[in-house]
């Protein structure tokens, strides 16, 4: 296999990786152990293995890179309020550090 030359991708690998996030994706919320009912990955999780790679397989690539988005984004918004509410706790009434 030839490596693509630097800054130009092999778009097959990028839709294997996208694929294996997916599948890692499904195997459990990245910011928990809980599967929670707003993720549109919540029914999926409870399908059995190979009914969950059928049905990552049917996906086409922007559904694929939604997905991997969505979790994206879920996890910076959670990221920042969870830094937000210990900075909260950390700061006194008048202002100052704790």
Not at 27 to 37: I, L, M, Q
Not at 45 to 55: A, G, K
Request: glycine share 4%.
């Amino acid at each position: 296999m030839e490596t693509p030359p630097l800054g130009k991708t092999n778009p097959g690998h990028d839709v294997d990786r996208l694929r294996e996030r997916l599948l890692i994706l499904v195997t459990g919320c990245p910011r928990s152990a809980a599967n929670p009912p707003t993720c549109p990955l919540y029914h999926i999780r409870e399908l059995e293995p190979s009914e969950v790679i059928d049905w990552i397989d049917q996906l086409d690539t922007n559904q694929k890179q939604f997905l991997a988005q969505y979790h994206d984004c879920c996890l910076a918004i959670h990221w920042q309020r969870d830094w937000m509410e210990q900075l909260a706790r950390a700061t006194r009434p008048d202002g100052t550090q704790a």
